[in-house]
């Protein structure tokens, strides 16, 4: 009986060791990628340069010197360009918000972040960059009636350690009605989530529209309180977009009814989202918003 026994724990423990090696590529790949030409410092970040884009892994190219991850900003806009390790912040110290915020979300990435063993949202502490001028603290939106609201979310960021811990820095959150981030906001982002797994990738920018006529907050009275939010989505490999608008309040209806073209946010905001694409296909992406050209999703309520 012993010596039928010894093949069956060799043949336990070579799968288990698979089974190892397989989480450690998976997660080596995703390591690597993100750690490409941003890793310079403890937050992953490097200075903005417009000749040092183009990423050794062939992950995403495009036409010219810049990533998909890179917008233009209109001139009225104070910026300081932050590089994480998943995701690019366009910081404004005047409003204490970010400008926008550009992330990449890959189906393995998806994959990884749903696993069983991903990381969990409750051992994370929102925390302020100290390296980022105009970033406010965590308890300065306390008893302000505000979410403390991701804009890159981190049901997208479970998949590493790091990018958890960076999406919780307040460059990535700003002040957002309860009933919308809990509510139809959510149920767009848990879209975009499972989106990626057909779509292979996507590239997502989102934040704030800024206006001159926004209300203050914070215990200062300094943080700018938007009146809308947008999602931009661009799945590269199928060459198709979409977007989407919310006031800062409860949205009363589905989430689908807020879709609208990215010619319409660029109009709101002034940011040029997709400008790495040539502009004959910028022209014709930017001008569509069919829902019904994306997955359909049912969220539960």
């Given at each position: ?9 060799a ?8 089974g ?15 750690s490409?030409?941003?890793?310079g410092?403890?937050?992953?970040q490097?200075?903005h ?56 979300l890959?189906?393995?990435?998806v ?13 994370y ?9 105009g970033?406010?603290d ?40 309860h ?7 959510r149920h ?9 797994r057909?779509?292979r990738?996507?590239?997502i ?8 006529n ?37 949205a ?34 930017e ?12 969220p539960?309520?």
């Open positions: 009986m012993r010596h039928y026994l010894y093949p069956l724990i043949l336990g423990l070579l799968a288990g060791c698979t190892n090696a397989g989480q450690q590529d998976q997660q080596g790949r995703a390591d690597t990628f993100y490409s030409q941003y890793s410092n403890d937050h992953g490097k200075p340069s417009d000749n040092q884009r183009e990423n050794n892994t062939g992950e995403y190219r495009s036409t010219g010197n810049a990533s998909l991850l890179d917008v233009k900003l209109p001139a009225r806009l104070d910026n300081q360009t932050v590089r994480y390790k998943a995701i690019t912040i366009y910081y404004n110290k005047y409003y204490h918000v970010p400008n926008c915020v550009a992330y990449e890959t189906n393995t990435q994959s990884m972040a749903d696993a069983p063993d991903a990381q969990k949202r409750e051992n502490q929102f925390n302020r960059d100290p390296q980022v001028a970033c406010p965590w308890w300065e939106y306390k008893e302000t009636g505000y979410d403390r609201g991701h804009m890159a979310p981190a049901m997208d960021m479970r998949w590493d350690r790091t990018a958890m811990e960076q999406c919780f820095l307040m460059t990535n959150i700003c002040p957002q009605n009933e919308l981030n809990d509510g139809e906001w767009m982002e848990e879209a975009i989530h499972t989106w990626a057909s779509a990738r996507l590239v920018f989102t934040g704030p529209v800024l206006e001159g926004m209300k203050k907050m914070g215990k200062k009275n300094d943080i700018a309180v938007p009146n809308q939010f947008y999602k931009v989505v661009y799945a590269p490999e199928q060459d198709r977009a979409i977007a989407f608008l919310f006031r800062n309040e409860k009363p209806n589905s989430w689908t009814n807020y879709a609208v073209t990215i010619d319409q946010v660029e109009r709101l905001t002034g940011i040029d989202f997709l400008a790495s694409l040539p502009d004959d296909s910028e022209t014709v992406v001008a569509k918003q069919n829902i019904k050209d994306w997955p359909r999703y049912y539960r309520r």
